[in-house]
Nanobody, 120 residues
Framework: QVQLVESGGGLVQAGGSLRLSCAAS????????MAWYRQVPGKQRDLVAH???????KYADSVQGRFTISRDNAKNTVYLQMNSLKPEDTAVYYC??????????????WGQGTQVTVSS
């Protein structure tokens, strides 16, 4: 059974930091690139960052320089380190196993989401 389980969300003041974790089943983690998305009510789910099996990364412009995605192959876990958080980073963050084809990211599996709230 495919599972992606996120943790690490919470409430933080603007300027603070949080680290999200996503534990994946081995079959998924060894096959897929991994990504973090976020969604606020009434808006589409947006890609925040992705990391390939070869550790190539890509970030949304809005988080470039503040967020870092990484993966630990021994633990089948992907992380999102979020620094210098802003109120506009408030969202539900989702982990996903993705395919990247000709620069297009397609999500095959999703986690349940974790809430991140940044207070001003």
């Amino acid at each position: 059974q495919v599972q992606l389980v996120e943790s690490g969300g919470g409430l933080v003041q603007a300027g603070g930091s949080l680290r999200l974790s996503c534990a994946a089943s081995r079959s998924i983690f060894s096959t897929y690139a991994m990504a973090w998305y976020r969604q606020v009510p009434g808006k589409q789910r947006d890609l925040v960052a992705h990391i390939t099996i070869g550790d190539s990364t890509k970030y949304a412009d809005s988080v470039q320089g503040r967020f870092t995605i990484s993966r630990d192959n021994a633990k089948n876990t992907v992380y999102l380190q979020m620094n210098s958080l802003k109120p506009e980073d408030t969202a539900v963050y989702y982990c996903a196993a993705v395919r990247i084809t000709f620069g297009i990211t397609t999500s095959d599996y999703w986690g349940q989401g974790t809430q991140v709230t940044v207070s001003s």
